[in-house]
C-alpha cells in the first residue's frame, strides 16, 4: 500500500491546529496532529515542504522504517518542531494501518489492558469560593481526579486560572494562547505563590476530604531548592502529583528536589524524545511521564518511552491539553488503554467549534475515558468545515517578575 498524498491542513476553530492527512493507493486516509502551541506555521511549513515529497511512494506499512528514515535522513536530530512534525506522520500511518486492518488502533499496540482510561480535569479559581464551585463543577461533569489551580494575593495573572480576564477580555477556560499580536505579559512572585498555595490544599482536602486525587501544575517557575520546599509543604495533602516543579532541561537539578520530597513528580510536557528523560527515568527522579504523542515523535517513540519508564516503575500521564487536537488526543487514548504502566490522562475539553471541524468516537463516562471501537484512532476531518476557520496568529503568554525580568512561565 503506497502513499500517494500528504496533505496539511491548519485549522482555527477557536484555536490553531495542524493536522496532516496521508492518503493511499487503496484510498485509506489517516490522520496526524501536528500542532504546536504558537509555533504552528513552522511545523506546517516542515511537513509540506520539507517531508511531504518524501512520502509519496512510500510504503504506508512500513512504519517503522518511515520513524528511522525521518529521524535519521534530516540529520539534525530532536527539538519540538521535528519531533511533532514526525509524530504526525507517525500517527497518520497507525491510523492508515488499524482501518486497513479493520480494528480500532488500540487492538495493534497489544489490545486493552484495562476497560477505561483514568482522566483528570483542569479546576481553578480567583479564591476559594470559585475554587470550590469549579471543582464542584468538575465533579458533576463526571471528573474524578482534578488539577488545582488558584490564583496569588499581590499577583494579577497566573497561568491556569480560567475566571481571570485574559488579554483579549475573553475567559482563560479552554486555552491560554492569545490571539493578540504579541504576547500577553503575566506576572510572577514564586516567595508570594509558596506561601500561599499550601493553604489552598489544605482548604480544598477540609472541603472534599481525604479520598479525591488532586494534582497540581508548578509550570516549570521554581529554583530546585524551592520546589523542594513546595513538595515538602504539599506532603500532608496528599498530592496525586506535583508537575513541571523546575525547568527540567536540568535534569540532575531533581535529584535535590526527590532528596526532600515524597510528594509524586511529574514531568515532560515541553519534551520531545527519550533523551530528555535519560537521568530522570534511570535514577526514579519522577513518577509520572509528561509527554505528548503529538510533541513526542508518535505512537512509535512514546511507546518506547514508556517501556523503558516501566522498568523503573515510572507511569504515564500523557499531556492532554486543548493545544492537543482531538487526532493527538485519540492517539493518546489508544496508547493509554494498550500500555500497562498507564498512570492517569489529563483532559480539557475541546470546544464546540472544535468538535464540529474534528469528529470524534471517544467517550467520556463517570471519570473513564475510551477510544472507541471504530477502525483507526475514530477521529474524521471535516475538511469543509475546517476550510471555514482559516489560521489566525496567537502566541502564549510569558512572565516577568516585579522588577521586569523575564521568568519561567
Ligand atoms: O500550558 O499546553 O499541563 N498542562 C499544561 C498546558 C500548557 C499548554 C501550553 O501550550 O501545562 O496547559
Ligand atoms: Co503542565
Redesign the pocket.
Known amino acids: 500500500m503506497k502513499i500517494v498524498a500528504a496533505d496539511v491542513i491548519v485549522s482555527s476553530p477557536d484555536r490553531n491546529f495542524v493536522t496532516l492527512k496521508i492518503t493511499t493507493d487503496e484510498g485509506i486516509t489517516g490522520l496526524g496532529d501536528a500542532t504546536l502551541?504558537g509555533r504552528e506555521l513552522s511545523v506546517a511549513s516542515y511537513l509540506r515542504d520539507h517531508v511531504a515529497p518524501l512520502l509519496m511512494g512510500r510504503d504506508a506499512h512500513r512504519i517503522e522504517d518511515t520513524w528511522q528514515f525521518l529521524y535519521r535522513s534530516a540529520y539534525w536530530r530532536r527539538g519540538p518542531v521535528t519531533m511533532a512534525a514526525i509524530a504526525a506522520v507517525d500517527v497518520a500511518l497507525w491510523d492508515v494501518k488499524a482501518k486497513a486492518a479493520g480494528m480500532p488502533l488500540y487492538q495493534l499496540l497489544g489490545g486493552a489492558s484495562r476497560t477505561g482510561i483514568m482522566a483528570y480535569g483542569h479546576a481553578s479559581g480567583r479564591d476559594l469560593p470559585e475554587l470550590f464551585d469549579s471543582i464542584r463543577r468538575h465533579l458533576d461533569e463526571g471528573f474524578r481526579s482534578i488539577r488545582v489551580q488558584t490564583s496569588v494575593p499581590g499577583i494579577n495573572a497566573v497561568?491556569g486560572v480560567a475566571a481571570q480576564p485574559s488579554a483579549t477580555g475573553q475567559r482563560y477556560d479552554y486555552e491560554?494562547?492569545q490571539r493578540t499580536p504579541l504576547p500577553a505579559e503575566e506576572d510572577w512572585d514564586t516567595r508570594a505563590y509558596l506561601r500561599h498555595l499550601p493553604s489552598v490544599f489544605e482548604a480544598v482536602r477540609n472541603e472534599f476530604g481525604p479520598e479525591l486525587p488532586l494534582l497540581h501544575?508548578g509550570?516549570h517557575r521554581m529554583t530546585p531548592i524551592q520546589a523542594a520546599k513546595l513538595g515538602k509543604a504539599l506532603e500532608p495533602y496528599d498530592l496525586f502529583w506535583l508537575?513541571d516543579c523546575t525547568p527540567a532541561e536540568n535534569q540532575e537539578a531533581l535529584r535535590l528536589v526527590r532528596q526532600h520530597t515524597t510528594t509524586p513528580l511529574a514531568i515532560g510536557?515541553v519534551f520531545n524524545t527519550v533523551w530528555d528523560y535519560q537521568t530522570l527515568i534511570r535514577e526514579q527522579l519522577i513518577d509520572y511521564v509528561r509527554s505528548a504523542v503529538t510533541h513526542t515523535g508518535g505512537i512509535t517513540a512514546m511507546r518506547k518511552l514508556l517501556d523503558f519508564a516501566a522498568q523503573y516503575q515510572i507511569k504515564s500521564g500523557i499531556?492532554g491539553?486543548t493545544?492537543i487536537s482531538p487526532v493527538g488526543m485519540a492517539a493518546a487514548l489508544h496508547l493509554d488503554l494498550a500500555i500497562h504502566n498507564f498512570g492517569i490522562q489529563?483532559y480539557m475539553k475541546h470546544t464546540p467549534l472544535a468538535n464540529e471541524v474534528f469528529r470524534q468516537s471517544f467517550t467520556f463516562t463517570d471519570g473513564y475515558l475510551h477510544p472507541g471501537d471504530q477502525p483507526g484512532l475514530g477521529v474524521e476531518l471535516d475538511e469543509e468545515a475546517a476550510a471555514r476557520f482559516p489560521y489566525e496568529p496567537a502566541y502564549?503568554p510569558f512572565n516577568r517578575l516585579k522588577d521586569g525580568t523575564v521568568h519561567d512561565w
Open positions: 502551541n497561568y491560554p494562547a501544575d509550570h508537575e510536557e499531556h491539553p493545544d489529563e502564549l
